[in-house]
């Protein structure tokens, strides 16, 4: 009976508990360390491939007997095809044996690698890569969606306020977390979108809109209810941010940004501030999104807002085809599929 009371105590939970997250960091590192040797050991190919190539003056066909002659010598282990020792060599002219760990380049899944590699070509850009799939933990799809959309180019380049109106030790990070523009094409709708079809589309889609948004968004709830003196407003998009420890505020426009946004936007932030905020949290910060923006307009319309602002375009679908139009949902669809979703939830 002693021994039942024991398994059934919370000491027991507990120690349980504290085993079994033990046991899953120690698989995480062996499978770390697995991915680790595999990188490295394809590096080392990759580079006596090109050195004997250099220093002996073999082409291209000694890949073919290679691989011919490394099959046969390891029958059970997958990877020395002829196209994967191409990209072994590939691997080693891309990176020195140094920023092979320096870089967390051993650190990313070989497939991940290679679509870096082929559909990257500056050295710069491909650090940016690996640096963002290790640190947002991407599938190989995300990562090819990121590439195609040229996150490279969005990072950080939203028109915002936030160097003046943030604490210096979390500014540099908020203005890193927001991109212009965002890319919104999974959403399947067309450019002439109103706000709140667009809106709706995106809490449908919200893993990929949190994926788009970056890393640290956590979505908190879309027509967010504010009363301030006995009168009800309503947020569009509300988020915390776990890394910036803060609330973000994101308005949609479905037209080109006016000045009067600001105001606005302003106003919801000191609301949020004062009803929602913790006192550890840092200043609540807005985005507006808007169709398009005239960014000189944008920075006179922050320039002596007092609350931390960011704006940002968004990109939808280009033109439908009319064949297509019929396959996508309408607005009175989505909203359907929400209430459903609603009453599932109770």
Known sequence: MLEIEIIKSNEYAKFLSDLREKVRRSQQKAVLQVNQQLILLYHHIGSE????????????????????????????????GITNLKYMRLLAESFSSDEISQQAVDQLPWSHLIRILTAVDDSKI????????????W???????????????????????????????????????????????????????????????????????????????????RQYKLVVSETAYYLDLLFYHTKLHCYVVIELKATDFKPEYVGKLNFYLSAVDDLIKDRSDNPTIGLILCKGKDN???????????????????????????????????VEEIEAQLNREQIDRG
């Open 126 to 137: 491909r650090l940016f890569y690996i640096a963002k799939s290790k640190e947002n933990n």
């Open 139 to 221: 599938s190989r799809e995300t990562l090819k969606i990121q590439i195609e959309n040229r996150l490279h180019e969005r990072v950080g380049k939203a028109v915002t306020n936030f160097k003046s109106k943030l604490p210096v030790s979390i500014s540099d990070m908020a203005v890193q977390s927001l991109h212009d523009p965002y890319c919104f094409d999974f959403l399947g709708i067309h450019d002439e979108a109103h706000e709140r079809e667009i809106e709706k589309s995106l809490i449908i889609h919200v893993e990929k809109f949190l994926v788009e948004l970056g890393v640290g968004f956590a979505f908190l709830g």
């Open 296 to 330: 000189i307009k944008a920075e006179y319309a922050l320039k002596d807002i007092n609350k931390p602002i960011g704006v940002s375009e968004y990109k939808l679908s280009k033109a439908i085809p009319e064949n297509l139009k019929t396959a996508l949902p309408s």
């Open 49 to 80: 491939i090109i050195r004997l190539q250099k220093e002996k003056g073999w082409g291209g066909k000694v890949i073919d007997q290679l691989s011919l002659d490394l099959k046969s010598s390891f029958p059970y282990m997958k990877g020395f």
